[in-house]
């Protein structure tokens, strides 16, 4: 985002203002205790609803296979790829069932991959490397990536291989694959980019399987409606970062890199953990899960600057999204695939940052459409998501980035409220360059 249109900035706050002074909330219905999957002919309730619905749903677990039961004293019930139990000793709370440890019993003992690494003493961890001395094993690059966003050590239990070569037997497919005590983790190289690059295998219709539990579909009972995320309040608090210029001195749109390190630091030590805008959507839309307390990182314009914050957030362990001006960037193409490789996001800013709403339909189309021709030439993939220039959308530019191909765009402010029904304008919070880290962190956990 750059400075000037002053005054036309100004209208559209005091639009934005006028329209929530009077919105009206309307009631909301209670959220149902029971739904009903169609697709596999099987119930889930509470308590396994929530945590299903709030950590993963279709994309992690897969549909329910059978109904609620008890076995050995707990409460469960299995999915396509897990199993669910309620332990009553941990006050109710809801694990996956160790099937990863259970399935390969017999493999563990004869296949290389499980053996554990003794290493004495244990290597420090790196930014996309980690040794777990408990069972022998490392964790590295993407699966790490996807251990840490989607629950880590509480979800998925510590890795009980390496990574290796598998044949699926779903579809006789060849995977890289690593079990884990919990899951087995399969890489899909051609969903590259997307929430489904990684997934779990589906242990649990295997261990459904090898156990003969009857699966079959059970008639629906009345007071279950068919799922659907429009049953539940969809309300998800993220805070999304929107920085710009990088370097010194300090001004609204520039933040000194040592403050931007300092910051960091902060979200680090305070329990934030930082997401991509994949990750994002993908809980919003699709109910994907999230950390207690999400971030993303995004830059705007591609300037210079933001180079040299790529490489403090590679030695923090975290990545960001970085909004390119497709047509005067200042990171190289070079860059811009090193930043690919790291695991950064790369968005579309537009081709020449103009006033999208003001320009005429076919200037718009051209903005909009050939910077992501433009940028997929440069990193070997179109950019899932857009930024709007000078935050500045209306029906227009949003048709125009909906028919472009995009999944979801970012408006420059709004707060940190994100909604299925804003996916093409969902809020940011801007982080000038002039806040004290006092400020910082009174923006981050309160606005």
């Known amino acids: 985002m750059r400075g000037g249109a002053r005054l036309l900035r100004h209208s559209y706050w005091i639009g934005a203002m006028l329209l929530l002074l009077t919105i009206v909330p309307s009631p909301v219905s209670a959220a149902p205790s029971m739904v009903y999957f169609p697709q596999t002919g099987h119930h889930v309730a509470e308590p396994f609803l929530t945590f299903w619905r709030t ?38 709370q809801i694990l996956l069932a160790r099937l990863g440890s259970l399935l390969t019993s017999d493999q563990a003992q004869q296949d290389p991959a499980f ?101 079959h579909p059970v008639a629906q009972q009345p007071q279950a409606p068919d799922f659907s995320w429009s049953l539940f309040a969809r309300s998800t608090r993220i805070v999304v970062l929107m920085y710009h210029q990088v370097g010194e001195p300090a001004s609204r749109y520039r ?43 995004t830059f705007d314009d591609g300037t210079a600057g933001q180079w040299a914050a790529a490489q403090v957030l590679e030695a923090h362990e975290m990545h960001a999204a970085f909004f390119i001006v497709a047509g005067h960037s200042e990171l190289t193409p070079d860059q811009l695939r090193t930043l690919v490789a790291q695991g950064h996001e790369i968005g579309s800013h ?45 029906a227009a530019t949003i048709a125009a980035v909906q028919a472009a191909g995009y999944d979801g765009a970012l408006a420059a402010w709004g707060g940190t409220q994100w909604t299925p029904e804003r996916r093409w304008n969902e809020p940011r919070v801007e982080v000038s360059g002039l806040l004290t880290l006092e400020q910082f962190a009174q923006l981050v956990e309160h606005w």
């Open 55 to 92: 950590h993963g749903a279709v994309r992690l677990f897969g549909y329910p296979i059978d109904e609620a039961h008890t076995e050995d004293g707990l409460l469960v019930q299995d999915f396509e790829r897990v199993r669910l139990e309620q332990h009553p000793e941990l006050q109710g």
């Open 255 to 297: 933040i000194p890199l040592w403050k931007f390190a300092q910051q960091l630091d902060w979200l680090r030590d305070h329990g934030y953990t930082v997401i991509s805008l994949a990750q994002a959507y993908d809980a919003v839309l699709n109910g994907g899960p999230l950390p207690d307390k999400p971030v993303v990182i």
């Open 115 to 215: 053996t554990p690494i003794r290493l004495d003493p244990p290597p420090a961890e790196q930014p996309d490397r980690r040794y777990f001395p408990q069972t022998g094993h490392f964790l590295a690059y993407g699966f790490k990536r996807f251990w840490e966003r989607n629950g880590g050590l509480a979800m998925f239990g510590y890795p009980i291989s390496e990574e290796h070569q598998e044949v699926n037997p779903d579809d006789g497919k060849t995977y890289t694959v690593q079990w884990f005590e919990r899951a087995r983790f399969e890489w899909h190289p051609d969903q590259r980019g997307t929430p489904w690059e990684v997934q779990l295998g589906r242990l649990g219709a295997a261990y459904a399987a090898q156990r003969g539990i009857d699966t």
């Open 350 to 394: 537009s081709l020449t940052h103009a006033h999208l709403p003001l320009i005429g339909a076919d200037q718009r189309w051209r903005e909009v459409a050939a910077s992501r021709e433009q940028l997929a030439a440069i990193v070997g993939e179109p950019p899932r998501f857009f930024a709007y220039p000078y935050g500045e959308y209306d």
